[in-house]
């Protein structure tokens, strides 16, 4: 059975930092596209940034690059997410996510997703 769960959102002041953990859970990351998306109040989800571990792929937003950086610990079967001079606009839940094969950007591609954890950006 296939789990992801967050970990790690919280609020911070503008230009400051979290790092999102996502354990994964009921299979390995190897042969997985895994990332996040977000989702901030009446706006549709997005993708944030996401990886791929046997091709080296790495996907970001253009609004995420420079600023985020995913990572993962293959020992622990966990993806990061470490979010640097957050903006308000950074603002929402976000979730973990993955799927079989290649990154792809659209929420509808990703068969597995986590409940999710709020990011709240403000001063």
């Known amino acids: 059975q296939v789990q992801l769960v967050e970990s790690g959102g919280g609020l911070v002041q503008p230009g400051g930092s979290l790092r999102l953990s996502c354990a994964a859970s009921?299979?390995?990351?190897?042969?997985?596209?895994i990332g996040w998306f977000r989702q901030a109040p009446g706006k549709e989800r997005e993708g944030v940034s996401c990886m791929h571990s046997s091709d080296g792929s790495i996907y970001y937003a253009d609004s995420v690059k420079g600023r985020f950086t995913i990572s993962r610990d293959n020992a622990k079967n966990t993806v990061y997410l470490q979010m640097n001079s957050l903006k308000p606009e950074d603002t929402g839940v976000y979730y973990c996510?993955?799927?079989?094969?290649?990154?792809?950007?659209?929420?509808?591609?990703?068969?597995?997703w986590g409940r999710g954890t709020q990011v709240t950006v403000s001063s």
């Open positions: 996510t993955a799927r079989s094969g290649v990154i792809l950007t659209r929420p509808q591609n990703y068969a597995y």
């Open positions: 009921g299979f390995t990351l190897d042969y997985y596209a």
